[in-house]
Structures are given as C-alpha cells and as structure tokens.
C-alpha cells in the first residue's frame, strides 16, 4: 500500500477530529437537548412469568437526537454524570414515569402491585440533592408513589454500605419501592442484603440466557436455584433480565422465577404502545 504523506496525515487527522466532535455527544449538546424535549423514557414490560399478564415496566432512558438519531443511555448517561446534568436527567425520568404512572392507573384497571421502575446512575445515590430531590417528585405524585420502583445497582449500593444503607431507608420511608439491579455482579452483597430495604431484585442477562445446546450451563442452574432460594427466605420478588426464547422462559417456570424482561416479551416501547398492550390484555 502506499504510505500517506504528511499534508495527507495531517488532513485525515483533522477530518477524525472534526467526525470525533461531531459524533461524540457534549455537554452543551445534552443540555439543549434536555431543554427541547428530546430525551423521553420508554418502557420495556415486565412479565408475571406464570400468568403471563404484565405486571410493570422499566422506565428506559432515549434521547431523540436531531442529527445523530436515537442515543442510547450507555453514552449519555456517563455524559451526565461527568457534566452534573445527571440530576436533571433522573428528575425527568422520574416525572415522565410518574406522569405515565398516573394516566395507566387512572385508565386502567391494574392491581395494587403495579409498578414502573426507574433507574438511579451511581452517582445520584452519593448526592446530597437525591433525598430533597425525591421528596419533591413523591409529593408531587403522592397518588402513585407506591407504584414507583427505584432501580440501583448492586455495585452502586456496595460502594458505600452505609451510606446506602442510610439512603435507602430514607427512600423507602418516602414510600417508594426499591429494586437490587444487576445482582450478583458485584462484590459478595449476600451478607449484606437483608440490611437493606429492597423488596425486589433482578437477576443480569448472563445468568439467565441460555446459550447451550444442552440448556441452562452446569453453573447456572445452581446460581439461579440459589438466589431463588435466598429470595424466598428474605421475601423478595426476582426479575430475570434479558430474556429472549421460549426455553429461557420455560427454564424459569421450572425455577418457580417470578418475574420477566426481556425481548421475549418486548423491548422498550412508548408509553402509547404499552398502552395499546395493557388494554389488549384486559380486552381479553
Ligand atoms: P439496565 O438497567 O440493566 O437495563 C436493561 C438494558 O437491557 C436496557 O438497555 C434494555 O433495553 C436491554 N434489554 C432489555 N431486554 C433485553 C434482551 O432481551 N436482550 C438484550 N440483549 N438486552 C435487553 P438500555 O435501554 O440501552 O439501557 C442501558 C442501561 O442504561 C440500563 O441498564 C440502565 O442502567 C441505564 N439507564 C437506562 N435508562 C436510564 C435512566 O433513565 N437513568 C439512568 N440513570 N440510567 C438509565
Ligand atoms: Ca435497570
Ligand atoms: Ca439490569
């Protein structure tokens, strides 16, 4: 091949700046974009995996951008964080799934057990404005608090034990309800676990996905027996992510798993489309 020279190097360095900028989101990009109305939650269902019927849904983060199209949080949530938009950011995913909390229990006939989960980054549950911030949004909608799930990762919780422990019960006082995400992908949390007031915990994609011919590996099926196990002696509810074919929602039924998520049953979908479901299933 032949080898550029150096006007050439120079010009191809200056072109992947120019693409580096223009395809890398920026904060006063991210902050516009909040102002404009592009960043929306959607929402993936959540399937009682024994009746079928949907039981809640996750509240998912996407930011229609004007020229980039649809952003996923994987690269605007770390952007927040590192730019302090991150609080606006969860106070908006809070009130949009408040907000559609609000119109699906007031339309619908859904149970008490009803829930939106929304998701708190890692550095929002270190900030002194989360609980202010909290108490705000639940008194804004008292009517639904009960339906509102905080999400918060297992590494985020463990980070600081105590404090989390602290924030937590704080939290649940408001009278929200609390999901352990990613379970089992940080440090060793079992001892911890019955310390904090979570009442459900998700199970990650990689426990639950079968990829073997021969079904669910030799390491999985102890895991998933042992946190079921571990669930039912502490009474918390367990949602298995990433849940994509027919043997993996069979091998859960057979694990007695509560709850589902995956593209089995869905992907996140606007609240409209959700709306077009939950009716349908009470149509039936
Ligand atoms: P997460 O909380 O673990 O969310 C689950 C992710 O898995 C979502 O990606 C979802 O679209 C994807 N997923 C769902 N079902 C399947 C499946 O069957 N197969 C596969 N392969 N993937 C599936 P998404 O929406 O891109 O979100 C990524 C992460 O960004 C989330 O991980 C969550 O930690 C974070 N996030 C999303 N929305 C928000 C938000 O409003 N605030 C904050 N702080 N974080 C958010
Ligand atoms: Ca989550
Ligand atoms: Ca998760």
Known sequence: AKRLGGDRIEAYRAS??????????????LDRGLRHGELQVQFQPIVDIHSGQIAG??????????????????????LAERTGLIERLGRLAFEQAAGQ???WMNTLPLDEDFFISVNLSPSQLASETLLNDMRALVS??????GH??????????????EHSAYMLAALKTLGLR???????????????????PFDTIKI????????????MSHTQVPIMRSIMALAAELDLAVIAE??????????????????AQGYAFGAAMSGAELTKKLQAQFAR
């Open 16 to 29: 992947a700046r120019s693409i580096a900028a223009y395809s890398r989101a920026s904060e006063e990009d």
């Open 57 to 78: 849904a996750e509240a998912l983060m996407r930011w229609e951008h004007p020229q980039r199209g649809v952003v996923t949080p994987d690269e605007f949530v770390p």
């Open 101 to 103: 909390t609000r119109e």
């Open 140 to 145: 804004e909608n008292r009517a639904v608090a």
């Open 148 to 161: 509102l799930k905080l999400e918060i990762t297992e590494s985020q919780v463990m980070t600081n034990p």
């Open 178 to 196: 609390l999901a352990l995400d990613d379970f089992g992908t940080g440090h060793s949390s079992l001892s911890y676990l019955h310390r904090f």
């Open 204 to 215: 990650p994609a990689p426990f639950v996905q079968i990829s073997d011919e021969s079904g």
């Open 242 to 259: 990433g849940v994509e074919t027919l043997e993996e929602i069979e091998r859960l039924q057979a694990l007695n798993c509560h709850y």
